[in-house]
């Protein structure tokens, strides 16, 4: 089964179940064999929906869940192990870079094609903007974009593949003092990793992969640009 990387896990309430132990995991031995001493142990809840949070892309996850009633003996009662597929997604993407944890937009054309390469553009934001606002034109400063195209659209139009991360350093003013440097660091590596992320899962054109900011963000393209 293949599903998207924001997916909620679901399962039906056992008879006797007051509560469930959730494990997740990607190796199906280690999620089959975990207890609750085991990374896989997700938390015991009532609920009978778990969110994971933002999954990696295409790539294969294994879960279960055991039926827990204190009360009796034989609890728990361990369930089977399920598997599902994180897919190969298009359109607007809200997604975590693993390395770095760095949240960023991403957005791919609906009619993608694996079969070619497509070029891939960094746009970083302005100050006290984040990822979201640079990929849809939105937020205090988006009145400089004059109307102009939202990067989807662009995207859309031009084959193109877009990242906005969210970052630490795209602010003014430009002290480039101790910490504002610790900062730019910062985005240089999740740059680099959602770089190699995205490649990653998506036909890119190493080629053609393009850094751009604004305001703020120039900051960010810069000491990128010249590392």
């Known amino acids: 089964t293949s599903v998207n990387v924001d997916t909620k896990l679901d399962w ?6 007051i509560s ?11 999620v089959a064999c975990a207890t609750r001493k085991s990374s896989e142990f997700k938390g015991n809840q009532t609920a009978t929906t778990f969110d994971p949070g933002v999954l990696e892309l295409d ?3 294994y879960w279960r ?3 827990v009633n204190t009360t009796k003996p034989s609890s728990p009662w361990k369930g089977k192990v399920c598997h599902f597929t994180t897919k190969v ?7 975590i870079e693993p390395v770095t944890t760095r949240r960023y937009i991403l957005y791919v054309p609906k009619d993608y094609n694996a079969n070619l390469s497509y070029p891939l553009i960094i746009s ?22 004059n109307g102009t195209p939202t990067w989807p659209r662009l995207a859309e139009d031009n084959d193109v593949i877009v ?8 602010h003014g003013p430009c002290n480039l003092d ?4 610790s900062q730019l660091a910062s985005d240089d590596a999740a740059i680099m990793n959602i770089i190699s992320a995205v490649k990653g899962v998506y036909s890119i054109n190493a080629n053609a992969v393009f850094i751009t900011g604004f305001s703020g963000g120039g900051h960010v393209v810069h000491y990128t640009g010249l590392r």
């Open 178 to 181: 101790a910490k504002h440097l």
């Open 65 to 67: 869940v055991d039926e």
């Open 124 to 145: 970083s934001h302005g100050t006290s903007q984040n990822g979201d606002t640079e990929m849809d034109s939105t937020g205090p400063n988006s009145g400089f974009d």
């Open 59 to 61: 790539k294969d996850y």
């Open 12 to 17: 039906s309430n056992g008879v006797l179940a």
């Open 20 to 30: 469930h132990d959730v494990y997740l995991g990607n190796n199906p031995k280690a």
């Open 163 to 170: 990242a906005c991360p969210d970052m630490v350093g795209a």
């Open 89 to 95: 997604s298009t359109g607007r993407q809200t997604l």
